[in-house]
Each structure stands twice: as structure tokens, then as C-alpha cells.
């Protein structure tokens, strides 16, 4: 008997240190959690981020260029960043991006996130392609034109426009008119991307398409252009060595194919 009072008081005895042991080891992990979790919300406490609004004019791999509404550009290399609001970042999105305020740098700043607040390539989806529409004049603004049609009266603005005519854009000129946009919008109106009057059908430049602007980055096979109109400013284009002699700052002509809609413009010549 005294035998088996020994070990059960032995087994109290290993069971009773087995316990304490645990309770101990788990105290100490609690512990190196709590310390781990306030170090890291003092870590993210301690991280300034501030934002950048604009529009993706430049996509390269995982750096992206973006300008604001004064035209101001900033690199940002998102790799790391959480991307919201759309599947990809794509040449003319609006987006915001959030990045951590003592990681700016003049050349290429990592981002925390890149929020797509308007995704060119659903606009394009949902209807903002190129369409073409035939009216007459009727009249012709400041940036401006108003064509009467079958379907109705409506306003453009021109400001990016390519005018291929020979007469002038007069009022009472019937006219073929390629645009993008809301034909119904009285506020943000639909933009002429190409404007051809009777008289100049038939002619050579009724047969291309193109886009004039400032040439706000280039290198051999891309180019960006800054165009007079500040609510539909920069357009990208792809051209392979067409781009070899335009410098920054160049006015040039881009004759391209397909829509200025699209994520990647195809240039197949310059003026």
C-alpha cells in the first residue's frame, strides 16, 4: 500500500510541474504576442502616408507615371501595392495613389496602395469608344461645335479634334463627326476626336486619323502627348522606332489607328 501511495503522491508531483510549466510557457507566449502586436501598431503608428491624385499616362512593368490636374509627375512602383477599384492600372485610369511620406523620392516612390477611381478600360467597355455621327453644323463655339442630326441637336467639344476640311467648320457644312462620350451630357460634353466636312471627303487626310499635342515623354517606341485640353490631356502611343528623332517639349502630329480610347494607341507615323 505504501507503494501505491508513492507513485499516485509521485504522479501528483510530475502532473502538478507539468502544469505549472505549461501555464508558464503559455503566459510567456501571451506575453511575446501582446509585445509583438503593440510593436507592430507602434510601427504602423509611426508610418506617414500622405496622397497622389491623377492620371496614369505611363505604364512600365510595375512602375507607373502618373500626373496630377497642375502636371506634376511622380513614379510609383506598385508591386507591393494593394490595388483597388479595378483588376489592373492601365494608361489613362484616374487613380489615387497612398504612399508613406519618408519613402518620396524624385525618382520612384514605393506606393502603399493604388486606388483606380476611373478605369479607361471600362469607360471603353461601357460605351466611351469612338462612334461616328453625321449632321449639319449649326453652329461653332469657342472649343465648341453643335451638330443638327436626324436623332437630335448636340454639342462637342472640339478641342482635341482633328479638322480635315476645306471650306472651314461653318455653320450649315454637313460634317461627319468621331467622338467619344455622352451625346445627352450638357456638362461634361462629348469629345471630337475627328471632324470631316463634305468638301473634304474623298481627300487624303479624310483617309487617316490623328492627334496633335505636346510631347510630354518619348523614347523610341512610345510617346506621351500633353494636348490642349485639360480635361482630356495626355494620350499614349505606341509605335515601333517611330518616336526616334521627337525630343520633350516637340509639337508634333501622331497618326494612329484604332481610338484614342484605348489602353495602348497604335502610331504609324508622324508630322
Do not use: W
Amino acid at each position: 500500500m505504501k507503494k501505491s501511495y508513492l507513485a499516485i503522491a509521485v504522479m501528483a508531483l510530475v502532473l502538478g510541474v507539468t502544469a505549472c510549466s505549461s501555464q508558464t510557457e503559455e503566459t510567456t507566449a501571451q506575453s511575446e504576442e501582446t509585445t509583438q502586436g503593440t510593436s507592430e501598431e507602434t510601427e504602423a503608428e509611426d508610418v506617414e502616408v500622405d496622397y497622389f491624385d491623377g492620371s496614369v499616362n505611363v505604364v512600365e512593368e510595375f512602375v507607373v507615371t502618373v500626373a496630377d490636374a497642375e502636371g506634376t509627375e511622380r513614379k510609383f512602383d506598385i508591386s507591393d501595392a494593394e490595388v483597388t477599384g479595378a483588376e489592373a492600372v492601365g494608361v489613362g485610369d484616374e487613380v489615387e495613389v497612398t504612399y508613406d511620406v519618408a519613402a518620396l523620392s524624385d525618382d520612384t516612390t514605393p506606393a502603399l496602395e493604388i486606388e483606380v477611381l476611373v478605369s479607361a478600360a471600362e469607360e471603353t467597355e461601357e460605351g466611351l469608344a469612338d462612334e461616328v455621327i453625321n449632321g449639319t453644323i449649326s453652329e461653332v463655339g469657342d472649343g465648341t461645335l453643335t451638330l443638327e442630326t436626324e436623332d437630335g441637336t448636340y454639342t462637342f467639344n472640339t478641342l482635341i479634334g482633328q479638322q480635315v476640311t476645306e471650306g472651314g467648320l461653318n455653320a450649315g457644312a454637313e460634317a461627319e463627326v468621331t467622338y467619344y462620350g455622352d451625346l445627352e451630357d450638357t456638362e461634361d460634353l462629348p469629345v471630337i476626336t475627328r471632324i470631316v466636312t463634305a468638301d473634304a471627303m474623298g481627300t487624303e487626310d479624310a483617309s487617316i486619323y490623328t492627334l496633335t499635342g505636346e510631347v510630354a515623354e518619348v523614347d523610341a517606341n512610345h510617346v506621351v502627348l500633353d494636348t490642349a485640353d485639360p480635361a482630356n490631356t495626355f494620350f499614349a502611343f505606341e509605335g515601333e522606332g517611330a518616336f526616334a528623332d521627337v525630343q520633350v517639349g516637340d509639337t508634333i502630329t501622331v497618326i494612329y489607328e484604332g481610338s484614342l480610347t484605348g489602353r495602348t494607341i497604335t502610331a504609324v507615323g508622324v508630322r
